[in-house]
């Protein structure tokens, strides 16, 4: 079957070697290009661009729409440093190599009869971008996916391997580092037994869905909800936990979903509103009672995650969830202007407090409020607008999401981290020759 038209070229390494993300918004040029098979290979080159005052990036798998894994000297992909290592299930724990794509290792858990307490949306990342990131799913019952990590192994900026496991508080400064810290090569994480998840889907007023915006993220241990602007109702998703079988649709329709709606029809209807903008209310309106869909079972990490949609841009505000439906409610008004044309839900996902130094959900519950949107004018006008009202409440960018073109600098962030200062200090400890530094760690960290 063809891989969907929707999708760029194989990211992040392209055919003349450069960098390019998957949403083909950021771009860059490397020195060279390495993809090493072991811990010692991993080692060497950064050992080799250290004495030539070199840098090093790890690539991931190219799935952050910020630049935060751009490279700017020797790129690293760790492709064939991936797979699982090994489960043992009386500790609830999985090792496994950092490389490793989500959707590979979902389906390693599987096989055995087991799987992550948490999945995101997607599952095309590496297991050491997402955690590195923040990156998440939706429950205030388990943290984001830097949460299950209960050690690692990295190569640090001297070379040398080392292993950050519980309870030594390093952890919690490399559990998210934006890849500051070392090249992550192994990480073990916290998983269980295999799950079915009951998914329902709830449609609201969006007026009722602003007022009970925290009771409704608290109405079951996975809840999400999607509004899509110039529609008269939101959708609230559900999942709880169930003994029932799979029901019958998940493999039929999830190909219908990739390989004919994402692939084909969205993408038509996207170039439809491309052309002509003033359309989008109208399709949205239209589109959005589509949202829905009756009760089904699946295994739990194909009911929580979604179909690859087409190429778009998004960005992501963690805000407390205490004032969620503060930001809400003046953000429904924001995206019916006419300026602004998003053709994608707005998604708001739920994140329990950790205590990882650099996550967005770092000491508080929060809602991550995400505007996506793709192919029409004026995006870079609306996210701007979306964050001078997402910055008062105040809010935490999402690490993988665009920050660049909507100004977030270090001097802005540091105030939105306590435990920055500590950060630093280790980051001056395994790297202090700064062999990872890049142009994304400079701008949001502090010197």
């Known amino acids: 079957m063809p891989a969907p038209s929707g999708l760029p070229p194989r990211p992040p390494r392209t055919a003349d070697d450069r ?3 998957w949403a083909g918004t950021v771009s860059t040029r490397p020195s060279s290009w390495r993809e090493p098979t072991s811990e010692d290979e991993v080692a060497g080159l950064v050992a080799e661009a250290r ?21 700017n000297d020797v790129a690293v992909s760790l492709d064939r440093l991936a797979g699982l290592v090994s489960l043992d299930p009386e500790r ?14 979902n389906a390693a858990l599987a096989a055995r009869g087991y799987a992550l307490p948490i999945v995101g949306s997607i599952a095309a990342q590496s297991l050491a971008g997402a955690t590195a990131t923040g990156t998440h799913g939706s429950s205030l019952v388990h943290g984001n996916l830097a949460s299950l990590v209960r050690a690692m192994k990295l ?40 799950f079915q998840l009951l998914c329902t889907v709830e449609r609201v007023p969006v007026s009722a869905a602003v007022r009970g915006l925290e009771a409704i993220a608290r109405s079951a241990e996975y809840v999400k909800v999607w509004w899509l602007p110039h529609a008269r109702h939101a ?20 190909w219908v979903e990739d390989h004919l709606v994402h692939a084909h029809v969205f993408p038509a209807v996207v170039a439809l509103e491309g052309r002509a903008p003033r359309l989008v209310p109208a399709v949205n309106w239209l589109v959005g009672p589509t949202l829905t869909h009756g009760p089904r079972v699946a295994p739990s990490a194909l009911a929580l995650s979604t179909p690859m ?38 998604e708001l996902r739920f994140v329990p407090a950790d205590d990882a130094w650099l996550s967005p959900a770092h000491g508080a519950d929060t809602c991550q409020v995400g505007v996506y949107a793709g192919g029409v004018p004026g995006i870079d006008e609306t996210f701007a607008a979306f964050w001078r009202v997402m910055r008062e409440l105040p809010a935490r960018p999402h690490w993988g999401k665009e920050l660049a073109r909507v100004g977030h600098d270090a001097e802005e962030l540091a105030p939105l981290y306590p435990r920055l200062a500590e950060l630093q200090a280790l980051r001056a400890e395994l790297d202090p020759d700064r062999v990872f530094e890049s142009p994304f760690l400079q701008r949001v960290l502090p010197p």
């Open 19 to 21: 960098f390019l993300n």
């Open 235 to 254: 959708y609230v998703y559900r999942y709880e936990r169930t003994r029932l079988p799979s029901s019958p649709w998940p493999a039929r329709v999830r």
């Open 155 to 194: 190569v640090d900026g001297r070379g040398e391997l080392t292993t950050l496991a519980e309870p030594d508080p390093r952890l919690l400064g490399a559990r998210v580092s934006l890849g500051a810290l070392g090249v992550v090569t192994e990480l073990t994480v916290r998983v269980e037994p295999a």
């Open 309 to 346: 949609p087409f190429v778009h841009r998004e960005t992501e505000a963690a805000v407390p969830l205490a004032r969620a439906s503060e930001a809400f409610e003046r953000l429904v008004p924001l995206l019916l202007g006419r300026a602004h044309h998003v053709n994608m839900p707005v």
């Open 51 to 71: 004495e030539r005052g070199g840098r090093v990036r790890v690539v991931g798998a190219g799935h952050s729409w910020s630049e935060v894994a751009a490279p």
């Open 92 to 105: 609830g724990l999985a090792t496994v190599r950092a490389g490793t794509r989500l959707r590979d290792l």
